[in-house]
């Protein structure tokens, strides 16, 4: 065979590099090339965990926090939470699927992360509901007249100051 001298690595295994030594002729092993973690479809995964992700925050946070308050808050803030809520579902997903067990200290210092942004979020809504703009009761120069029409009258008196009854 022509590969038979030849080492094939598999997936999971690291093959040993050989340097020949300078005076010796036997060849010490001294580098290990290690395997790539996980499978190339992981990554991709996250990303579309991520946009979803973002997704969603937006959503509930409108939802719960009103989304009055959301447009009255820069846009700058909204982006900076939603990246580090996003970022913190990432994490926390990897740490349950990477880890050796699901519920190791990496996804609860992934998950402490989100319940801390969490926290942020809600902070910052109420910060906006206590300083939202008061609405101005109506004066009366701009109040409205209204005028309701009962219905058709048939016969009309005319009354001696000149007025149809």
């Known amino acids: ?19 020949p ?18 499978p190339s479809w992981l990554r991709l995964a996250y990303c579309f965990e991520f946009l979803i992700a973002m997704l969603t925050i937006f959503t509930l946070w409108s939802e719960i926090g009103g989304q009055g308050h959301l447009d009255l808050m820069p846009w700058y803030t909204k982006l900076a939470c939603g990246l580090a809520m996003a970022s913190c579902t990432i994490g926390f997903t990897a740490g349950l699927v990477e880890g050796a067990r699901p519920w190791n200290s990496r996804s609860a210092r992934w998950f402490s992360g989100l319940l801390a942004v969490a926290i942020v979020m809600g902070v910052i809504t109420y910060y906006y509901h206590l300083h939202e703009a008061v609405d101005q009761p109506d004066s009366d120069d701009t109040t409205a007249t209204s005028v309701r029409v009962t219905g058709p009258r048939t016969a009309f008196t005319r009354t001696s100051d000149g007025t149809n009854r």
Request: hydrophobic share 30%.
């Open 21 to 38: 030594n300078p005076g010796d002729d036997t060849p010490t092993p001294s580098l290990t090339i290690a395997p790539v973690p996980g």
């Open 1 to 19: 065979m022509a590969n038979e001298g030849l080492d094939v690595a598999k997936p999971d295994q690291t093959l040993p590099q050989t340097v």
